[in-house]
């Protein structure tokens, strides 16, 4: 490969809360890593980034952080957050330092405008000629393959880690959006808090997460599971493991689901009469990591009444929409909010 192949292309970025993918124009998705920063909080020094620096969270020496710099989909260190888009726009772009590429970069839609400037400067000073912005349920639309630029009704829901993103889209535009700072995170956190509750067990997110992921469920399942799952007694403060059951798993994490299925809920409130119908017919399209939860199409079907379609490539969705947004840069700009640099 020529070493001068990515020299300025185009990129897009899924800066989420759990995961970030870089997209690179002509490429596709080339990058798709943890979003997390492991420092050195003695030297100040970066000592790993994404799935290094996951596998680190929970496990490190004392002067060893692993943190992750956004929250709720938004950037809570701005610092980290720089360090670690420099480090992933290098690693894409081969040490190439010449390299100043044009950035689409893919924001939730509730998002303030001091947020949005942050994460717009944070690509600034990690090395982009341009930023635009897309919103998250736009750029999840375009990569779910939903003719967003139609005149008629498109409804998307994105989970992510951090945001449940719901909106109606129709000719290039948000008709009308719900972005709630609900997600995988809430997810992982009620399964924490219910093993501490029922069982008096510390346990980490990571292996929170892995429950969620084996047997979580949103809707009861036609057969019983469970899983031992290891964690810290609270009382004695020494390793235990317990037996943990779906039917356990999907009450704890009832909460939070209600908050997504509300968000859903509350949008086709809101939708225009006119676009009713599409909605009907077309149904609702679900994408983001937290679309995989077992039962969440079945439990939005039940409670909608309206076909419910898992997408395909659910985890990729925003930053496909995005890369699309780079590819097809002249007939969608339009969706994008263009960012000159003041």
């Known amino acids: 490969m020529n070493r001068l192949a990515f020299l300025g292309r185009d990129m897009a970025i899924d800066l989420g809360t759990a995961n970030t993918l870089v997209y690179v124009r002509d490429q596709g998705i080339v990058l798709n890593e943890p979003s997390v920063v492991a420092m050195n909080t003695t030297s100040g020094k970066v000592v790993a980034v994404g799935a290094q620096a996951k596998r680190m969270i929970g496990r490190t020496p004392g002067n060893i952080v692993a ?3 956004l929250k ?8 980290m957050t720089k360090q670690m888009l420099r480090y992933f726009i290098r690693r894409v772009h081969i040490k190439c330092v010449l390299a100043k590429p044009r950035m ?3 924001v939730p839609s509730g998002i303030t405008g001091v947020e949005q400037n942050a994460v717009k400067e944070a690509c600034f000073q990690a090395g982009a000629r341009k930023v635009y912005i897309v919103e998250e349920p736009m750029a999840a639309a375009i990569g779910a393959g939903l003719p967003v630029h139609e005149p008629v ?7 992510g880690g951090g945001t449940t993103e719901v909106a109606i889209i129709s000719m290039g535009g948000i008709v009308t959006s719900q972005s709630i700072r609900v997600g995988g995170d809430e997810l992982d956190q ?3 808090a219910f093993a501490k509750r029922q069982h008096s067990l510390l346990l980490g997110e990571r292996s929170a997460e892995e429950v969620k992921m084996s047997i979580g469920s949103a809707w009861p399942q036609e057969e019983q599971v469970y899983m031992d799952i290891r964690g810290r007694d609270v009382n004695s403060g020494l390793p235990k493991t317990i037996k943990i059951y779906s039917d356990e798993i999907r009450k704890a994490i009832e909460e939070p689901v209600n908050s997504i299925v509300d968000a859903v809920l509350t949008t086709l409130d809101k939708c225009p009469a006119e676009l009713s119908g599409d909605l009907l017919e077309r149904g609702i399209a679900l994408t983001g990591g937290g679309a995989l939860l077992k039962g969440l199409d079945q439990r939005l079907r039940d409670e909608t009444g309206m076909p419910i379609h898992q997408v395909g490539n659910a985890l990729d969705s925003v930053a496909l929409g995005s890369g699309k947004c780079a590819e097809e840069f002249d007939t969608l ?10």
């Open 190 to 192: 009620a399964i924490v």
């Open 153 to 159: 009704g498109n409804m998307v829901v994105d989970i």
């Open 72 to 79: 709720d989909g938004v950037i809570a260190d701005f610092d």
């Open 104 to 106: 689409i970069i893919a």
């Open 67 to 69: 943190v992750r710099p």
């Open 333 to 342: 700009h339009e969706v994008l909010v263009p960012e000159p640099r003041h």
